[in-house]
């Protein structure tokens, strides 16, 4: 599908520039509602209801408004809930048996940017088929439906506590975590309000951190995004487990005591080992094109099957539903658990991790002692949009170079950026300075190639 405002993860950008300013959003929610109700209508005889959510950036209340008189308009009723995950929309969504969820975020980006994307009635990321609905009805007119059939809107006032016995109710109830000091970092984002009491509540010591969002200060300097910080925290309060957030939540790193920090590929490991021990395990993972080699190879020998999406948490949970497998994600730390909930949930995912972990007294270390992680170079290099890197008889020759000098010691992978003009070249090698050697030249030739400075 050739998109014109849908990137990988919904519609991101610069807020205050297309495609997000206010009248263009208000047009979204418009025309999602319009998408709705011509199946919901049709098919209940109501309004459709969408619930509305947001992480903590300064821009949310600019955008929530927006997205409300667009659903209005359309004869949609909205249900605010205020900051909140990622994934605790998702659930609220399913939980109030709504028609869909949006979430007002720009994820693991700085606070100027922000975004929306969507989930369906059954909590899961909208498929492109609807997405393309979505973005054929923005070239209408905008028509208000009469004052009759308009839109209402309510709060959900108890849509965190909701979402906190949710997370809650994934951990055994014959466990606790009574005895461990946890170092859990918010990024000043949507779980600030939500994790630390997660943990708490299941007995666990928590030293909260990245909890004090004042709508600018969203994934500055903490969070997944900056692990350092979490392994700093870890050796300050002398705490046993680190567990970094994204700035909806959706992400995950840990830390062990020794300021050690562990990726989604290393923590999807443990979790696949401790479902494979608990015979749960329904066939094999789904990675991404990203997954780390070693990762894979640490699978196999414990003879479990990867798969490789698109990057892309819903291109990973479709292939997970298409092969009926429960566990999948991606390195930067999206982890699907599809027994446990039908997206990515970073506080799910480490409640998994740490089952893996008492169940067997092991640290993050011994449960991650068979991971041998390559090295990997990721380079972006700047080109114009609509450029076609597959057609370059240089890039071309240049990607088949490097594909040839790292044989099956390595991988290349060249990967358009689905919300900037980038071309991402990822090498991999067992030796770092190999993967620097060759990502460096291949970046070279391809800024050359496109006539763009690296």
């Given at each position: 599908?050739?998109?014109?405002?849908?990137?990988?993860?919904?519609?991101?950008?610069?807020?205050?520039?297309?495609?997000?300013?206010?009248?263009?959003?208000?047009?979204?929610?418009?025309?999602?509602?319009?998408?709705?109700?011509?199946?919901?209508?049709?098919?209940?005889?109501?309004?459709?209801?969408?619930?509305?959510?947001?992480?903590?950036?300064?821009?949310?209340?600019?955008?929530?408004?927006?997205?409300?008189?667009?659903?209005?308009?359309?004869?949609?009723?909205?249900?605010?809930?205020?900051?909140?995950?990622?994934?605790?929309?998702?659930?609220?969504?399913?939980?109030?048996?709504?028609?869909?969820?949006?979430?007002?975020?720009?994820?693991?980006?700085?606070?100027?940017?922000?975004?929306?994307?969507?989930?369906?009635?059954?909590?899961?990321?909208?498929?492109?088929?609807?997405?393309?609905?979505?973005?054929?009805?923005?070239?209408?007119?905008?028509?208000?439906?009469?004052?009759?059939?308009?839109?209402?809107?309510?709060?959900?006032?108890?849509?965190?506590?909701?979402?906190?016995?949710?997370?809650?109710?994934?951990?055994?109830?014959?466990?606790?975590?009574?005895?461990?000091?946890?170092?859990?970092?918010?990024?000043?984002?949507?779980?600030?309000?939500?994790?630390?009491?997660?943990?708490?509540?299941?007995?666990?010591?928590?030293?909260?951190?990245?909890?004090?969002?004042?709508?600018?200060?969203?994934?500055?300097?903490?969070?997944?995004?900056?692990?350092?910080?979490?392994?700093?925290?870890?050796?300050?309060?002398?705490?046993?487990?680190?567990?970094?957030?994204?700035?909806?939540?959706?992400?995950?790193?840990?830390?062990?005591?020794?300021?050690?920090?562990?990726?989604?590929?290393?923590?999807?490991?443990?979790?696949?080992?401790?479902?494979?021990?608990?015979?749960?395990?329904?066939?094999?993972?789904?990675?991404?094109?990203?997954?780390?080699?070693?990762?894979?190879?640490?699978?196999?020998?414990?003879?479990?099957?990867?798969?490789?999406?698109k990057v892309g948490d819903r291109y990973v949970l479709e292939q997970m539903q298409a092969q009926g497998w429960l566990l999948g994600g991606e390195n930067s730390?999206?982890?699907?658990?599809?027994?446990?909930?039908?997206?990515?949930?970073?506080?799910?995912?480490?409640?998994?991790?740490?089952?893996?972990?008492?169940?067997?007294?092991?640290?993050?270390?011994?449960?991650?002692?068979?991971?041998?992680?390559?090295?990997?170079?990721?380079?972006?290099?700047?080109?114009?949009?609509?450029?076609?890197?597959?057609?370059?008889?240089?890039?071309?020759?240049?990607?088949?170079?490097?594909?040839?000098?790292?044989?099956?010691?390595?991988?290349?992978?060249?990967?358009?950026?689905?919300?900037?003009?980038?071309?991402?070249?990822?090498?991999?090698?067992?030796?770092?300075?190999?993967?620097?050697?060759?990502?460096?030249?291949?970046?070279?030739?391809?800024?050359?190639?496109?006539?763009?400075?690296?």
């Open positions: 599908m050739q998109r014109k405002y849908f990137g990988t993860d919904g519609i991101r950008g610069r807020v205050g520039e297309p495609p997000i300013t206010p009248d263009l959003v208000m047009k979204l929610g418009w025309a999602v509602g319009r998408t709705l109700a011509s199946a919901e209508t049709a098919r209940r005889g109501d309004h459709p209801g969408v619930l509305i959510g947001k992480d903590t950036r300064i821009s949310g209340y600019l955008l929530e408004a927006a997205l409300e008189a667009g659903l209005s308009a359309a004869g949609v009723d909205v249900h605010l809930c205020g900051p909140l995950p990622t994934p605790g929309i998702a659930y609220l969504t399913r939980a109030l048996r709504l028609s869909a969820g949006i979430v007002i975020s720009a994820s693991h980006n700085p606070f100027e940017d922000n975004g929306i994307k969507f989930f369906s009635s059954a909590g899961a990321k909208l498929p492109d088929n609807v997405e393309a609905a979505i973005e054929r009805c923005m070239d209408a007119p905008l028509a208000c439906v009469a004052s009759a059939d308009l839109g209402k809107a309510w709060r959900v006032d108890d849509a965190a506590g909701r979402y906190v016995e949710f997370c809650k109710s994934t951990f055994p109830s014959e466990l606790d975590l009574h005895g461990w000091r946890i170092v859990v970092d918010c990024a000043h984002g949507a779980a600030y309000h939500v994790a630390p009491h997660v943990f708490h509540e299941l007995g666990a010591e928590v030293i909260s951190v990245g909890a004090e969002p004042d709508g600018l200060n969203i994934n500055a300097g903490t969070g997944a995004t900056h692990p350092q910080f979490l392994a700093e925290q870890m050796r300050a309060h002398g705490a046993d487990l680190g567990i970094a957030l994204d700035g909806d939540g959706d992400r995950l790193v840990m830390a062990d005591r020794d300021g050690r920090t562990y990726d989604g590929d290393q923590l999807l490991y443990v979790i696949a080992c401790d479902y494979q021990r608990r015979r749960v395990a329904n066939g094999g993972v789904v990675g991404t094109l990203m997954s780390n080699l070693g990762f894979e190879q640490a699978l196999a020998r414990r003879d479990i099957p990867l798969s490789r999406a730390g999206h982890i699907i658990c599809l027994d446990k909930h039908t997206t990515g949930d970073a506080i799910v995912a480490a409640l998994a991790v740490l089952r893996a972990l008492i169940e067997q007294k092991q640290t993050l270390a011994q449960a991650t002692a068979a991971v041998t992680m390559f090295p990997q170079r990721l380079i972006n290099v700047p080109v114009h949009r609509g450029w076609d890197w597959h057609a370059n008889a240089t890039v071309q020759h240049a990607e088949r170079a490097a594909v040839a000098t790292l044989g099956d010691a390595g991988r290349v992978l060249l990967r358009p950026s689905g919300t900037e003009p980038v071309l991402r070249v990822m090498v991999e090698a067992r030796d770092a300075h190999l993967a620097d050697r060759e990502a460096q030249s291949l970046a070279e030739t391809i800024a050359k190639a496109a006539g763009t400075p690296l």
